[in-house]
């Protein structure tokens, strides 16, 4: 009886690092980029996207490539479906911008599925990066597709996420440009522009001739040339300072 149970433990043992083994094989060939290869046939097959994380169709050249390469559309949900799925933005890259401060900061880097550091230059890159590890992983966390679907992510790192993607928006806009469409307080019906930060564009609304805020504009030509062209200058003024800064480190290095 000891012996069955022995060889029942190693055969589960055996069992599980086998089964380990296959879903970090799939992983490190379905996280492929798409190879086309170097070839001109045109076959078609399949690989994992691991940006919409999903079986897609391309075309092969027939040769080289990589492992990330289905025959069939079957043959790739089979091999990685396993793969666990994150929110949009932790599949991108690290991008540091254009910029030359360095703040050191958080990424999901999607391929080690882990929150890592990495130097940020100030200004521009993309939304894959937070302030620390915890509001990373918070925000990054692997969910199977039904806890994605139903929004598991923790909704404090979701607000957290927001309000700092916000904040950064607003340091790039003139003030005037902030305020929320406001019609004031009387009954006239003049037509105006208000700066939208959502939508980043000069929208109309009907003001009722005082009160209000400065968001307020006579024409679309106006709004535009403060707010949006606005805009682009305080991102040049940010990236002249940041180079500014970073020319006077070197030289009292």
């Not at 078609?44 to 075309?59: A, H, K, L």
């Not at 027939?62 to 025959?71: I, K, P, Q, T």
């Not at 890159?125 to 990054?140: E, H, I, V």
């Not at 909704?155 to 996420?161: F, G, H, I, N, Q």
Request: hydrophobic share 30%; net charge positive.
């Amino acid at each position: 009886m000891k012996k069955l149970l022995l060889l029942s433990l190693i055969f589960a043992v055996l069992l599980f690092q086998v089964t380990g083994k296959q879903i970090s094989d799939n992983r490190d060939i379905c996280l492929l980029p798409k190879d086309d290869g170097p070839c001109r046939a045109i076959l078609s097959r399949y690989y994992y996207n691991r940006y919409t994380q999903q079986c897609e169709e391309f075309e092969y050249g027939g040769c080289e490539g990589n492992a990330n390469n289905f025959e069939t559309f079957e043959d790739c949900e089979k091999t990685c479906w396993m793969i666990k799925k994150v929110p949009k933005i932790c599949r991108l890259e690290a991008d540091e911008g254009p910029c030359r401060a360095l703040l050191k900061i958080y990424f999901y880097n999607f391929t080690s599925m882990a929150c890592e550091p990495f130097y940020y230059g100030g200004c521009y890159g993309n939304d894959n990066r937070f302030d620390n590890r915890a509001s990373c992983l918070s925000f990054c966390s692997p969910q199977t597709g039904e806890q994605l679907g139903n929004m598991a992510v923790a909704p404090s790192a979701t607000a957290e996420y927001r309000e700092e993607k916000r904040r950064r928006i607003e340091k790039e806009i003139p003030s005037i440009c902030i305020g929320p469409v406001d019609p004031g307080s009387c009954s006239a019906s003049v037509t105006r522009y208000y700066y939208d930060i959502k939508l980043k564009a000069c929208k109309e609304f009907t003001y009722s001739g005082c009160g209000g805020n400065s968001n307020n504009f006579p024409s679309i030509e106006s709004c535009t040339s403060i707010c949006k062209k606005g805009r682009m200058n305080n991102k040049m003024h940010l990236t002249t300072k940041m180079k500014i800064r970073r020319k006077k480190l070197q030289n009292d290095n």
